[in-house]
């Protein structure tokens, strides 16, 4: 780490001699990476300034680590952890993408998950910095990650039930204009007055309600003034 | 019957009356001044359309609050909810009773006005310690918690620079330290250290920038006054300004000559003349002060919380007591005293 | 005064309120809130959300020691930047311990994104990072282009870079109003914000909008840069130095500013790696990590800069580092006017692409740090995942590391010395 | 504000075809919602109790109220004379004047911005653009001083609850300014799953104003067309008394 911090290093000169077109460039890495995990040399795969290889998820931790202290490779930044969803019946992935000053290209590792049980070792033991990266995933997609301290949801609420990010998660085509309109399911039944959005929904809850919601019992005038207002913007709080 | 008992009261009733009655105007014209001065040193017209050049937009933004739904939220202490704007903004009313705008012109002429004024002031902190206690809400707690612990400390090295404008002229009425100042040049000349240690005290005393933590926009919402409304907020917005005004009055007051004019011919006149003469130099004065105080808040940045107090207790309060050495000294030693 | 007759009273609707919650309180079996005569609620504790914690972290920053309370700052508070909610346990007046919430901005961006066709992701990710839209824009379509397999033209790449470079300049020209406005300044912020609008107003002469801009396009720009438009760039740079210059006579040498930010949250370079910090904030931290030269795009590896570092790792560095960006930015667009080739701006592309199936990873270096996209295609018109690595999002997890033993005042300097924009972290 | 006798009709002012709808106040609905400008007494012959009493002065109606329709918009389809009576009433008409001018003139914004727009926002309160020109005082940091929302930004799920306690917090009168096209409409994200689709879903809103973001002279335009707004009193405008119960406790809530 050392000789990064001066300005003059070849670790920060790199950059500047470096053509991008050529996947040749990326050869050094490549025979590093087939020496080291010859295992693994059967999925590397490479484009223009990138490699990509492949390994099973319950070895992230493992690969990761060698990748990170190998004083030939030393992936020393995370630049990027994400996951992908293949389809029902397939399998998740986690796509770690690292950089490495003595590299020109970057690293992407794909991690395979088993779709069924979603489970894979964290790798906040090796950068802190993946923390937010795994309570997201964890969010979108619902991977968990073993280890992890602090998984709870990053985005969503926490009593959200849905993983957002999942192929099976289909968004409403045109909320707007479809029958639902006026009532996205998100919008928190348990504290809103629905009445306010809908007079179905109203009707249909329980008629005890919980503090907050406009229970108060309508007397005979109230009922008479409500009725004549059948054509008011019911989606409006009054 | 006594009459001049009678006399008496009714002047001071009369006088009370004015005093109060001119609060109001005056936070007007500073809030006003505030909003077009920081306006142009930002590069900005300001409020331009109520009036002419906008003149009367602080007084429509007065009414306005007055005219708000006044909340009281469900889990406040109602009673000294209700009470804190009221004893911050009598505290600030109150101490002006003293202040003497020109010859003859002061509601309430004392020996001790001095001590008068210092004590009064001292009792606003108090509402807001109130206000922040009663409010039930955590920001208020901790605007009335800086506030208590930035006034109290600032209380001492602003009392104590003063001290040393008392020792001077040997007297405890603002209308003779006046006098002094006409036969003897203005204080400041004398207090060059006990002024600025004044200034800055004062100016955290009545929680201005770069001190205003008490109400700190970015920190803790809006201090004090996060869970006030209406009038009541008011109050607080009112006493803010009305404080500035008379700590702006005190430092002419003390340091540099009141009603005096800069030049010692004709420094005062007599009769109602004199009376308005008086008024134009007090009322400039002070209003210089007050855009003193509305410059820095266009400039600068507030200072931290330790930071305020360490500036009171590691630095004014030891150079405060060191001018206040020097200046006992210089009277004995010159017999400078106004005490004759 | 006529007497009111029970019967016909109209009754106070808020009497109605409180009798008809005390039915409900009395029917649900839930204790009223206490009320003014009632037992005074302490503040020591309430604060702890009704469910049992989902994690060790959740437990540990809502378990109390004596003399503790926990502050809640946002979701709306006057400077979080945003959305964002920061429950903060404070002693006194040092904080003990912080825990930042987010998610009160998140607006699905990725999923809208994988039901956009290419071309009209561009627009969707203008809005992640609002301060810096050509960023967002810029590493989309590096990927894009990647995935399609084609190049955008070389005078393309110049405009490019030229509007990034402005973008960069307001955005950390804001961030210097921010940071003095969180201490209570007020005037930087509007001194920035003119600087900004100048800048913003040129933007849109050549994009048509004036923050979301949509300039970008898979394969070039939307427009061309005109004579009229270099010859009011020339009137903006000669403008621009003197404008940040009033703002950083107002704050740098000010010694109240000075003595707020020197050695305030102190973040060592190995730490802000294994954070994964990037961008000014890691370079404030002494690393020398510059995606623009880590891993040139675009032109970038045609222009003379180097990487600025500064060693203290505090707030005031990360300020100075800002500031030395700005001047390097006005540098970089010198460099790009006197060198910008003709030629077209547009590769010639279908309006819906379809590339081949693949991965693609692209990454800009934005006024935040690291921003990248990762893109899968499947072979149709939308992207099959399109992910995005915000750089502020990864930041702001800094915070509890570095605040635990600052006072409350000092939150909101950090917080805007990291400089964060939530329409990022949340996206 | 209009003045007519009982049963004639001043034909230049009140044209019922040329009624602006936005100019309807929304029916009174709660029951026991005064009327500011009535002057009831009780009448036992009657059902509803109260009535106005019997004048033949000259009736002063807010906004050219004429017609049946318009009067039972008012809610004072029961009170045949409407609600004002007499010429010393002129006085408080003329004082309810007096204040929405002041209230116009003094909109203070609370300082909370969600997203994009709020740069905007801000810009619009910045030197180029200085919406303090129209007594739009600096942004207030506490919900409890100030008048005007301005709801820039897209409103999510997760924020709606907070916003509506802010809402709520406001004292009355209040105003809602919806700032683009995510808070009209939900706008750009209208099919997420995190959104939602409008911010009048949530909360009344008394002008919107679209772009994505508009420009800071449009919000400025928006806020001057709140200003006629409050002149005219038409809008939102509610008293405290329709506020309806307010919540107490939100998931998430760290008080």
């Known amino acids: ?238 | 019957m006594d009459w001049d008992l009678v006399l008496g009261i009714a002047r001071f009733v009369v006088a009370t009356t004015l005093l109060l009655l001119l609060t109001i105007p005056t936070a007007f014209i500073i809030i006003q001044m505030e909003l077009k001065v920081i306006a142009l040193m930002q590069l900005r017209y300001g409020p331009n359309r109520v009036g002419p050049k906008g003149m009367f937009q602080s007084t429509i933004h007065g009414f306005k609050v007055l005219a708000k739904e006044d909340v009281t939220p469900d889990l406040v202490d109602r009673p000294t909810f209700t009470l804190a704007p009221w004893m911050v903004f009598m505290a600030a009313a109150m101490s002006m009773l003293v202040i003497p705008f020109a010859p003859g012109l002061v509601a309430f002429e004392s020996s001790i006005s001095v001590v008068y004024f210092f004590a009064i002031l001292g009792l606003s902190v108090v509402g807001l310690l109130v206000a922040g206690w009663a409010s039930y809400n955590k920001y208020s707690l901790l605007g009335g918690l800086r506030s208590a612990a930035q006034m109290v400390s600032y209380e001492i090295p602003l009392t104590l620079s003063i001290v040393g404008v008392v020792v001077l002229t040997g007297s405890l009425s603002f209308t003779q330290i006046i006098e002094w100042q006409l036969q003897h040049g203005w204080a400041v000349i004398w207090q060059l250290v006990g002024f600025p240690i004044f200034f800055i005290a004062a100016t955290a005393e009545i929680n201005r920038t770069p001190f205003d933590m008490v109400e700190a926009d970015s920190e803790i919402v809006a201090g004090f006054a996060t869970e006030y409304s209406g009038m009541r907020f008011g109050f607080f917005f009112f006493a803010e300004y009305v404080s500035l005004f008379i700590m702006s009055a005190i430092t002419v007051t003390l340091f540099f000559g009141g009603w005096l004019a800069p030049w010692p011919f004709p420094a005062q006149l007599e009769g109602f003349i004199g009376t308005l003469y008086g008024l134009f130099w007090f009322f400039l004065k002070t209003y210089l002060f007050v855009f003193v105080a509305v410059w820095m808040r266009a400039t600068l940045p507030r200072v931290r919380v330790d930071q305020l107090m360490g500036l009171a207790w590691k630095v004014l309060l030891p150079v405060a007591l060191l001018n206040l050495l020097v200046t006992g000294v210089a009277v004995v030693v010159f017999n400078l005293s106004g005490v004759q | 005064m006529t007497a009111v007759d029970p019967e016909t009273r109209v009754p106070d609707p808020i009497e109605l309120d409180r009798a008809e919650e005390a039915r409900l309180h009395a029917a649900l079996g839930v204790d009223l809130p206490p009320r003014p005569g009632d037992e005074y609620a302490g503040f020591d504790t309430v604060g702890i959300p009704d469910r049992p914690p989902q994690t060790e972290r959740e437990a540990e920053i809502y378990t109390l020691d004596e003399g503790e309370m926990l502050v809640n700052m946002g979701p709306q508070h006057p400077s979080t930047h945003g959305v964002m909610r920061l429950v903060v346990k404070v002693r006194g007046e040092v904080v003990v311990d912080l825990d930042p919430v987010l998610g009160y901005l998140h607006r699905g961006i990725e999923k809208l994104c994988e039901n956009a066709t290419y071309t009209t992701v561009l627009t969707y990710v203008d809005p992640m990072d609002y301060l810096s839209s050509m960023h967002n824009e810029h590493a989309p379509a590096i990927a894009f282009e990647k995935l399609y397999g084609i190049r955008a033209p070389k005078r393309a790449e110049y405009i490019r870079a030229l509007v990034v470079e402005l973008n960069r300049v307001f955005s950390h020209g804001l961030m210097m109003g921010f940071l003095a406005l969180d201490m209570g300044g007020l005037t930087p912020i509007l001194y920035g914000f003119i600087n900004r609008d100048e800048t913003v107003e040129l933007l849109s002469a050549i994009s048509g909008q004036r923050m979301l801009f949509n300039f970008f396009r898979v394969g070039g720009v939307n427009w061309d840069v005109s004579d009229e438009f270099i010859s009011r760039l020339s009137s903006w740079r000669s403008n621009v130095g003197r404008s940040i210059g009033d703002n950083e006579a107002l704050i740098t040498e000010n010694e109240i500013f000075t003595a707020r930010t020197k050695g305030m949250g102190v973040l060592s370079g190995e730490r802000a790696i294994a954070l994964g910090v990037s961008g000014p904030n890691l370079r404030a931290s002494g690393v020398p990590f510059d995606v623009r030269k880590a891993h040139p795009y675009s032109i970038y590896h045609e222009l003379e800069f180097e990487v600025i570092t500064h060693s203290a790792g505090d707030v005031y560095a990360r300020y100075l580092q800002r500031i030395a960006e700005i001047k390097q930015s006005l540098h970089l667009i010198d460099q790009i006017v006197d060198q910008m080739p003709h030629g077209p701006v547009q590769a010639q592309v279908p309006g819906i692409i379809r590339p081949k199936p693949g991965r693609a990873f692209g990454a800009v270096e934005s006024p935040r740090g690291l921003y990248s996209v990762y893109a899968i295609s499947d072979g149709g018109p939308n992207p099959y995942r399109f992910r995005m690595r915000d750089p502020s999002f990864i930041s702001l997890q800094v915070m509890p590391v570095l605040m635990p033993g600052h006072l409350i005042a000092d939150t909101m300097a950090i917080m805007a010395s990291l400089d964060p924009i939530m329409g990022g972290v949340d996206k | 504000m209009a003045v007519t006798t009982p049963g004639k009709q001043d034909p230049g002012k009140q044209d019922p075809g040329k009624q602006d709808p936005g100019k309807q106040r929304p029916a009174l609905k709660e029951p026991g919602h005064k009327d500011p400008g009535a002057i009831l007494t009780r009448d036992s012959g009657s059902e509803r109790a109260l009535v106005p009493t019997e004048t033949s002065a000259p009736i002063i109606i807010p906004d050219q109220a004429t017609g049946d329709a318009l009067l039972r918009e008012f809610g004072m389809e029961e009170h045949p004379k409407g609600g004002f009576h007499g010429l010393l009433e002129v006085i408080p008409t003329r004082a309810d004047w007096l204040l929405d001018l002041i209230r116009a003139n003094s909109l203070w914004p609370l300082l909370s911005g969600l997203s994009c727009c709020a740069i905007e926002m801000m810009s619009s309160a910045t030197s180029m653009n200085d919406i303090d020109r129209f007594g739009m005082f600096p942004f207030r940091a506490s919900p409890r001083q100030a008048d005007v929302l301005i709801v820039a930004g897209t409103l999510t799920t997760k924020m709606a609850g907070p916003l509506v306690r802010l809402w709520e917090q406001m004292p009355e009168p209040k105003w809602c300014v919806a700032m683009g096209t995510c808070t009209t409409s939900g706008g750009r994200f209208k099919r997420s799953y995190s959104v939602v689709q409008g911010v009048d879903r949530v909360m009344p809103v008394d002008v919107y104003v679209p772009g994505c973001p508009p420009r800071p002279e449009g919000l400025i335009y928006g806020l001057l067309k709140l200003q006629e707004l409050v002149k005219q009193r038409r809008g939102q405008w509610t008293t405290y008394v329709d506020r309806g119960p307010q919540r107490l406790a939100w998931e998430g809530d760290v008080r």
């Open chain 1, 1 to 238: 780490m050392d000789d990064l911090r001066r300005p003059g290093s070849p670790a920060s000169r790199l950059g500047r001699r470096r053509a991008l077109t050529a996947p040749a460039v990326a050869g050094a890495l490549v025979r590093a990476l087939t020496d080291r995990f010859p295992e693994l040399a059967g999925t590397l795969w490479t484009d223009e300034d990138t490699v990509e290889v492949q390994i099973d998820g319950a070895r992230s931790v493992e690969v990761l680590s060698r990748l990170r202290d190998d004083p030939e490779l030393h992936f020393w930044y995370l630049a990027d952890a994400a996951a992908a969803d293949y389809g029902v019946g397939e399998h998740f992935e986690v796509v770690y993408h690292l950089y490495s000053d003595l590299h020109p290209a970057w690293l992407r590792v794909r991690a395979r998950v088993d779709r069924s049980s979603p489970h894979l070792p964290s790798i906040t033991g090796l950068w802190e910095g993946a923390m937010f990266h795994e309570r997201e995933m964890f969010d979108m997609m619902g991977i968990i990650f073993d280890g992890n301290r602090d998984l709870r949801r990053i985005y969503m609420s926490p009593d959200y039930r849905s993983f957002p990010q999942r192929r099976d998660f289909l968004l409403p085509d045109d909320a707007a204009d479809s029958s639902a309109a006026g009532v996205n399911p998100l919008e928190r039944p348990e504290t809103w007055d629905l009445s306010r959005f809908s007079e179905e929904v109203a009707h249909s809850i329980d008629p005890i309600l919980p503090l907050g919601t406009s229970a108060m019992a309508p007397g005979p005038e109230a009922a008479e003034i409500e009725a004549d207002e059948t054509d008011a913007d019911k989606s409006r709080p009054r």
